[in-house]
């Protein structure tokens, strides 16, 4: 009931703000890059284009600065995934806890089988950062936050064509204002 409200709320106010989305230099994200293995930095530069093409910032983070830095995001590479985990599952967030994605790096590699690899690990990136970005969880019938990306989709990322729908590039930016005043109210001094 209460995500039901949040959600209805978060679509409101996401839609009211839609007039005056304009490049907000608060709009920044810090992303902690604890393991930087060749291939995440890769993918990290598709990863910024991304969220650029929506007005975000991707700031990445070097581990010792990651600790001071409010509103970071943790990226936990996961290379030995539970027997139990959907083997279709190649990542995922906590949306309520708002600090950390897992990437299913086993599955995403065995997944590359079924279709071209490249670009892969920076779309997984990018959804499930946006996961939790927006702060709810939810999906898109079109686009990078589908539940389920088909062919079609495949061979969008293989091109890096996928891209936001437009009901995600707001709530995304809706998201990250409240991140934001949510920070700040936490470091305010009263
Ligand atoms: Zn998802």
């Given at each position: 009931?209460?995500?039901?409200?949040?959600?209805?709320?978060?679509?409101?106010?996401?839609g009211g703000l839609t007039a005056r989305i304009v490049n907000d230099p608060n709009r920044e994200i810090g992303v902690c890059l604890e393991?930087?293995?060749?291939?995440?930095?890769?993918?990290?530069?598709g990863v910024s284009r991304l969220f650029k093409s929506i007005n975000v910032n991707v700031k990445w983070l070097d581990p010792l600065a990651c600790k001071d830095t409010p509103g970071v995001i943790y990226i936990v590479l996961c290379y030995d995934s539970p027997k139990d985990q959907d083997p279709r599952s190649l990542g995922y967030a906590l949306p309520y806890d708002g600090t950390r994605i897992v990437i299913l790096?086993?599955?995403?590699?065995?997944?590359?089988?079924?279709?071209p690899e490249r670009n892969r690990l920076t779309y997984v990136l990018v959804h499930?950062?946006?996961h939790l970005l927006q702060g709810i969880s939810r999906h898109s019938q079109t686009g990078i936050m589908k539940a389920h990306w088909t062919r079609?989709?495949?061979?969008?990322?293989?091109?890096g064509t996928l891209r936001f729908a437009t009901e995600d590039m707001e709530l995304i930016h809706y998201g990250m204002a409240a991140r934001l005043a949510k920070a700040r109210a936490q470091t305010a001094v009263y």
């Open positions: 009931m209460t995500l039901m409200i949040a959600l209805a709320t978060a679509i409101a106010f996401a393991r930087s293995t060749q291939e995440l930095i890769e993918a990290s530069l790096m086993d599955h995403l590699r065995a997944s590359a089988r079924f279709g499930e950062i946006t079609s989709d495949q061979y969008d990322i293989s091109m």
